[in-house]
């Protein structure tokens, strides 16, 4: 499993304390800058779930803790559009959720050509193992 692309399908999917734990494997393996990308990511995530399970205070902390983590690795990182995501947590953020969309993680042309393999063979796997 590519635990990378796995937390990308999740977080899209609002699977947001699921993609944490896909980019905790990551983070536990990488070096710099990547840890800190993986660190800033997982707090965004941890963020979403707070404001899903209707905490706004948690949504602010979590997102207070991730922010500098995503700023600080650049506009891109493994084909992740940084700066889109800040944005698009920061808006949401600020509006405390709705009427401010969900956000979502946008890819670059290469790693949306992996990611769009990687979720047609997770389709394809879910199929087998559901007729079994």
Known sequence: MDHHLEGIRLFNNGEFWHAHEQWEICWLAAAQPEA???KGIIQAAAALEQWRRGNLRGLRLNYAKSRPKLVAVGP???GLDVTALIKAMDRFVVQGGPPAPLPQIMLDPPALARFESYTRSYAVLRMVHASD
Do not use: G
């Open 76 to 78: 891109s990182m493994r």
């Open 36 to 38: 800190t990308f993986y």
